[in-house]
């Protein structure tokens, strides 16, 4: 286990479901995005990496796959990890190089792009966050300097 912040993270079972699911998703709340990763592949397919809205849940995630995704059968399993901090702690935790191995283990090699993208763009959307949270712009302040 690894503690983030306030809580315990049990990584050896995050790392398992990692490992042995067909889809993983990483939904960051404070973002309302999701990293999506579907592994599976065929003869003319990749597997699929990219930053989805999130969904009203699970059977949700699921309808939404289909429609991306037609030629695949229902997911037998699928990774749900919530992330209620920054992609760097979970790259500290070797939660996405994790995710990057399973990858590179289809030998779709656009997939590991599709991956880094995928990661800039949280990147960019944390950063934006965080501008507007110091700006105030969509953010309400608890106490103003007004209320004194």
Do not use: N
């Not at 030629?71 to 996405?96: K, N, Y």
């Not at 990661?119 to 302040?141: N, P, Q, R």
């Amino acid at each position: 286990m690894a503690m983030d912040g306030d809580f315990y993270i049990d990584i050896e079972e995050t790392f398992q479901q990692i490992s042995s699911a067909e889809v993983i998703t990483v939904f960051f709340p404070l973002l309302g995005k999701t990293l999506l990763v579907d592994v599976r592949t065929d003869s003319d397919t990749d597997p699929l990496v990219r930053v989805v809205q999130k969904a009203d849940g699970p059977e949700d995630r699921v309808r939404r796959l289909q429609r991306m995704r037609p030629q695949f059968p229902r997911p037998d399993a699928i990774a749900m990890i919530i992330w209620s901090h920054q992609l760097s702690t979970l790259e500290r935790c070797g939660v996405i190089d994790q995710i990057r191995d399973r990858l590179v283990s289809t030998d779709r090699f656009s997939a590991v792009t599709q991956l880094d993208e995928s990661l800039k763009m949280i990147i960019e959307l944390e950063s934006a966050e965080i501008v507007k949270a110091i700006t105030g712009d969509e953010y309400h302040t608890l106490w103003s300097a007004s209320d004194k």
